[in-house]
């Protein structure tokens, strides 16, 4: 009898993307969470996929144990009987590291951009060819023929260190999670590390400082707007509210014209990754235009709804560079329009940190609306930072809201609304919502 793949936490983003990408190839699988509802399971369910309570007897028979990062003895009854048992189970980035060696691996790492590269990334070469992968998003796919594995590279608490990919991309090097790295050169001391992991090709944007610093045995290839010093440049870009056109040249070869239906100087920047790494992995630049141009984005990547004709955009952005990116797609989609920021600082340590940045990067927007702080399971908030110590750095027109009341963001006549953060800043979303639908406007 063929073995289970048992996930605990199996309701996790990578982890159910997981999940569904080895039942798809063909493997059995299960996993146990809470009985709270999170929207990762709904793929888990319809695929048919068992999702149990936590429970000690979930653990009997043939399984290979797969655990998610967030359970220890101390808080979850599978992981303590595993351990008095001597039960193995393996970490979801340790699974990864060795599941990916029977692929022609390519993995996509960086501060920022991760989700949205290896999205354009997935998109285009599961066209192609028979491919595996698994987005940042929680989206996951698996192909029982598949030679090709894309998947997205964490350096949170250096998780990316078991993973042997033959290409790679690194969008840029940041400063964040400061929970866990210390500086900068922190951060960069873990890229360079996991770039020493690469066999076939390591593709870097050129224009980053550190990045320019990293070393490895794998050739590195620069890309970037600016010719000089770079391998692969973006130039004659035509940014229109239909997405961004732009043509990308090898070492000043031409290499055609590319469309991509998104927005934003840094969706470029990922498109132009891609396209550097498929052309030198040798695959049919005429396939990989063809399938850019269907690329329809990931989730909580400037996913855009319209309710009672008010456009709302919702993403993923929790830090500076972020913002900036997310308010420069709005503008380019949006030229006519007043962009509304609505913020959730994430974390109180990334809040104190970055303070001044998230001030500067949001007074790119026409006016400013924060949320609480919402703080992690990882931290304590100890009154070192309040968002009115945000509030008062902004000099665009801001105001504090609350889930239960919204109705300051009536206040503007033509305006996107942009709500941004990575905690629970939908439920502010969910509840402007309502407002709008509840709206009647009296035509007689």
Same mark, same amino acid.
């Given at each position: =009898?063929?073995?289970?793949?048992?996930?605990?936490?199996?309701?996790?983003?990578?982890?159910?993307?997981?999940?569904?990408?080895?039942?798809? =190839?063909?493997?059995?699988?299960?996993?146990?969470?809470?009985?709270?509802?999170?929207?990762?399971?709904?793929?888990?369910?319809?695929?048919?996929?068992?999702?149990?309570?936590?429970?000690?007897?979930?653990?009997?028979?043939?399984?290979?144990?797969?655990?998610?990062?967030?359970?220890?003895? @101390?808080?979850?009854?599978?992981?303590?009987?595993?351990?008095?048992?001597?039960?193995?189970?393996?970490?979801?980035?340790?699974?990864?590291?060795?599941?990916?060696?029977?692929?022609?691996?390519?993995?996509? !790492?960086?501060?920022?951009?991760?989700?949205?590269?290896?999205?354009? %990334?997935? /998109?285009?070469?599961?066209? $192609?060819?028979?491919?595996?992968?698994? $987005?940042?998003?929680?989206?996951?796919?698996?192909?029982?023929?598949?030679?090709? #594995?894309?998947?997205?590279?964490?350096?949170? &608490?250096? /998780?990316?260190?078991?993973?042997?990919?033959?290409? *790679?991309?690194?969008?840029?090097?940041?400063?964040?999670?400061?929970?866990?790295?210390?500086?900068?050169?922190?951060?960069?001391?873990?890229?360079?590390?996991?770039?020493?992991?690469?066999?076939?090709?390591? +593709?870097?944007?050129?224009?980053?400082?550190?990045?320019?610093?990293?070393?490895?045995?794998?050739?590195?290839?620069?890309?970037?707007? &600016?010719?000089?010093?770079?391998?692969?440049?973006?130039?004659?870009? %035509?940014?229109?509210?239909?997405?961004?056109?732009?043509?990308?040249? +090898?070492?000043?070869?031409?290499?055609?014209? #590319?469309?991509?239906?998104?927005?934003?100087? /840094?969706?470029?920047?990922?498109?132009?990754?891609?396209?550097?790494? %498929?052309?030198?992995?040798?695959?049919?630049?005429?396939?990989?235009?063809?399938?850019?141009?269907?690329?329809?984005?990931?989730?909580?990547?400037?996913?855009?709804?319209?309710?009672? @004709?008010?456009?709302?955009?919702?993403?993923?952005?929790?830090?500076?560079?972020?913002?900036?990116?997310?308010?420069?797609?709005?503008?380019?989609?949006?030229?006519?329009?007043?962009?509304?920021?609505? #913020?959730?600082?994430?974390?109180?340590?990334?809040?104190?940190?970055?303070?001044?940045? #998230?001030?500067?990067?949001?007074?790119?927007?026409?006016?400013?609306?924060?949320?609480?702080?919402?703080?992690?399971?990882?931290?304590?908030?100890?009154?070192?930072?309040?968002?009115? @110590?945000? !509030?008062?750095?902004?000099?665009?027109?801001?105001? $504090?809201?609350?889930?239960?009341?919204?109705?300051?963001?009536?206040?503007? @006549?033509?305006?996107?609304?942009?709500?941004?953060?990575?905690?629970?800043?939908?439920?502010?979303?969910?509840?402007?919502?309502?407002?709008?639908?509840?709206?009647? *406007?009296?035509?007689?």
């Amino acid at each position: =009898m063929a073995k289970t793949y048992h996930f605990i936490g199996i309701k996790g983003s990578g982890m159910s993307a997981l999940a569904l990408m080895l039942h798809q =190839m063909g493997h059995k699988v299960q996993g146990s969470d809470v009985d709270k509802y999170y929207f990762t399971q709904r793929g888990l369910e319809q695929a048919g996929i068992t999702i149990l309570p936590f429970d000690e007897k979930n653990l009997q028979g043939d399984i290979e144990i797969i655990a998610g990062n967030a359970f220890r003895p @101390d808080n979850n009854v599978e992981i303590a009987y595993a351990d008095q048992n001597g039960l193995s189970y393996k970490r979801y980035h340790e699974f990864l590291g060795s599941f990916m060696r029977d692929f022609v691996s390519m993995g996509v !790492a960086g501060a920022h951009g991760k989700t949205s590269t290896t999205g354009i %990334l997935s /998109h285009v070469l599961s066209h $192609i060819t028979d491919t595996s992968y698994l $987005i940042g998003d929680g989206t996951g796919r698996g192909s029982e023929n598949a030679k090709y #594995f894309v998947f997205e590279s964490d350096e949170y &608490e250096r /998780h990316f260190m078991p993973y042997h990919p033959e290409y *790679s991309i690194i969008t840029n090097i940041d400063f964040d999670h400061p929970d866990y790295f210390t500086s900068l050169e922190d951060v960069f001391n873990a890229f360079n590390d996991y770039a020493k992991q690469i066999t076939k090709g390591l +593709f870097v944007y050129g224009e980053d400082e550190e990045l320019r610093k990293i070393t490895t045995n794998a050739p590195i290839y620069y890309y970037g707007f &600016e010719e000089k010093n770079n391998d692969f440049v973006a130039s004659d870009l %035509l940014r229109s509210t239909t997405g961004s056109t732009f043509t990308v040249y +090898f070492r000043g070869e031409n290499l055609g014209q #590319f469309h991509i239906p998104t927005f934003g100087r /840094h969706n470029i920047m990922n498109a132009t990754a891609v396209i550097g790494l %498929l052309y030198t992995a040798g695959f049919d630049l005429d396939l990989v235009r063809e399938h850019l141009n269907t690329f329809g984005g990931v989730k909580r990547r400037f996913t855009e709804k319209v309710v009672n @004709d008010t456009v709302i955009i919702d993403d993923f952005a929790h830090h500076p560079t972020e913002i900036i990116a997310t308010l420069d797609a709005a503008r380019q989609k949006y030229p006519s329009k007043e962009i509304v920021a609505i #913020f959730q600082p994430h974390t109180f340590t990334r809040t104190i940190a970055l303070l001044d940045d #998230f001030a500067q990067a949001l007074n790119q927007a026409d006016a400013v609306y924060l949320a609480q702080i919402y703080g992690s399971a990882r931290e304590v908030d100890n009154g070192d930072v309040k968002v009115e @110590d945000l !509030a008062s750095k902004i000099n665009k027109k801001n105001q $504090i809201i609350t889930v239960e009341n919204v109705s300051p963001l009536l206040d503007h @006549d033509n305006a996107v609304y942009v709500f941004m953060g990575a905690g629970d800043i939908q439920t502010y979303e969910y509840s402007f919502e309502r407002l709008l639908s509840n709206l009647t *406007s009296n035509v007689q």
